[in-house]
């Protein structure tokens, strides 16, 4: 019987791999597709002489365009694992190891507010803890519970308009008329 | 209705290096007891409740608030009511950075933002400027969805005016004038990036009364670093500043680097900032004037 040389690798489950950018965008995707565009998942790209920074914020269109920071993704040019994550909802451990600040200066984070993900499995599993962590749920209703409030204050004010002719009370600050 | 009779909002941003001295509290009421409308300060330890009693004269009732946003290192007055703020800051990394927009009847919307960026302690002139060029992004991104460019950013930003945070096209691209905000739009390399006008550049070194041989009518900066030791070091450095988009350019009144309120001085008598009674960092006060804005 042949000596079968023994496989050292670890498993690569699958040669699909995607970098955290296209997860990234993926992810953003879903969520506008799963709130009927209310919200809008919008990643934006910076890249600087070594490093890229992808970072995922969630508009609100039907609020001002209101955005909130989901979290922020950065790596090496050209070499997506390992990569940093910032989420500060969601990461407050003081247990990641020290770093060189120009990974921390793309971030702008202090070492207790980010994980490090060695793999692309790792980042997934990260992903899924800060999109899914309560900190993100409630920053994602309070946007929709806004734009829900501002449509019933609509109907409200389409009401009394039609009642009255009034509309609703301005929230705007008055300037005295010009000399 | 603003608090005053004249169309004009007057700011105060002073990193406080987390002073909280009889004399540092008597130098923020006093100013706004002259009507200051909107106070951002930097390294604040005063709590906000003693804060907004300091604002409105010893009272709890006043008119001065603490505007809620969604960062907290930077701490946010105002005396206008707060339904007229809407937060659109960005929880993204420590707080450095906040993005209030303000709703002016006749006027429209102005976005002010605010910043405290890394300091020189821990990173060099590079590392400092790629957390600037992030904030650039962001006040671009936020303007988009904003609708405008009626913007200013005021803070301490631990870089000069002429460091590459703050000229460089993708960081915040701010110039030394007002006709290069307008003019240096038209040039192929610049036409995709908003530029802000950076009037502080006017204010480095020795400024002489006109007239006078030895009065100086401000400092040579708004921090003085004392490092003895460092051949490179330029001792005055302007890391406080006000930038303003073109199209609210022209509402600026009046900028100044205050060295006194009331009869408090702020500086030694040769001239620094008084770091161990008030603050390393001397104030910014500036005003602007809406009423040369059209609505929209």
């Known amino acids: ?179 | 209705m603003l608090p005053h009779d004249k169309p004009k909002l007057s700011f105060l941003f002073w990193n406080l290096r987390g002073g909280d001295s009889d004399t540092l509290q008597r130098c923020i009421g006093r100013l706004a007891q002259i009507g200051t409308n909107v106070f951002i300060f930097a390294e604040c330890q005063i709590p906000r409740e003693t804060m907004v009693r300091v604002l409105n004269g010893g009272s709890t009732s006043g008119l001065h608030r603490a505007v809620p946003c969604i960062n907290n290192r930077l701490h946010f007055y105002s005396n206008l009511p707060l339904i007229s703020w809407f937060d659109r800051s960005l929880s993204d990394g420590d707080g450095r950075f906040i993005a209030q927009e303000l709703t002016v009847e006749g006027i429209g919307n102005i976005l002010i933002f605010a910043a405290h960026f890394r300091s020189a302690t821990n990173l060099n002139e590079n590392a400092r400027a790629i957390f600037v060029r992030g904030a650039a992004r962001d006040i671009v991104k936020i303007e988009r969805d904003a609708g405008h460019e009626r913007s200013l950013l005021v803070g301490d930003l631990n870089l000069n005016p002429f460091d590459s945070g703050l000229t460089d096209t993708d960081a915040l691209h701010a110039v030394m004038t007002k006709e290069l905000a307008v003019s240096a739009r038209t040039h192929s390399i610049r036409k995709e990036f908003s530029l802000f006008y950076n009037p502080m550049w006017a204010y480095f070194g020795d400024h002489r009364l006109a007239g006078t041989a030895e009065k100086l009518s401000r400092p040579g900066g708004t921090y003085f670093y004392p490092n003895t030791g460092d051949p490179a070091n330029t001792f005055w450095k302007v890391y406080d500043q006000l930038l303003l988009r073109p199209s609210i350019m022209n509402c600026l009144r009046n900028l100044e680097i205050l060295t006194s309120v009331g009869a408090d001085s702020l500086v030694t008598p040769s001239g620094r900032p008084r770091s161990d009674k008030i603050s390393d960092h001397l104030p910014l006060f500036f005003e602007l004037d809406f009423r040369g804005l059209s609505n929209g």
């Not at chain 1, 950065?74 to 451990?93: D, E, Q």
């Not at chain 1, 207790?112 to 990260?126: L, M, N, R, V």
């Not at chain 1, 992903?127 to 920053?139: F, I, M, P």
């Not at chain 1, 004010?157 to 009255?164: T, V």
């Open chain 1, 1 to 179: 019987m042949a000596n079968q040389e023994p496989d050292l690798w670890a498993n690569l489950a699958t040669l699909k791999v995607r970098s955290p950018k296209a997860i990234l965008l993926q992810q953003a995707a879903i969520l506008t597709n799963k709130t009927g565009g209310l919200l809008t998942g919008d990643v934006d790209a910076q890249t600087d002489d070594s490093f890229e920074t992808y970072r995922l914020d969630v508009v609100a269109r039907e609020n001002r365009n209101l955005r909130r920071r989901i979290l922020a993704a950065r790596y090496k040019k050209a070499s997506p694992y390992p990569c940093l994550i910032s989420a500060v909802v969601v990461f407050t451990s003081d247990k990641s190891p020290d770093l060189n600040p120009q990974w921390r200066a793309g971030l702008g984070i202090e070492p207790k507010d980010w994980q490090f993900a060695a793999t692309e499995e790792k980042f997934i599993e990260y992903l899924r803890l800060v999109l899914a962590h309560q900190g993100t749920l409630g920053a994602l209703q309070s946007m929709l519970a806004v734009i829900n409030e501002e449509e019933l204050l609509e109907k409200k004010a389409e009401h009394a308009s039609a009642n009255a002719g009034d509309g609703i009370a301005s929230s705007k600050v008055e300037l005295p008329p010009k000399e």
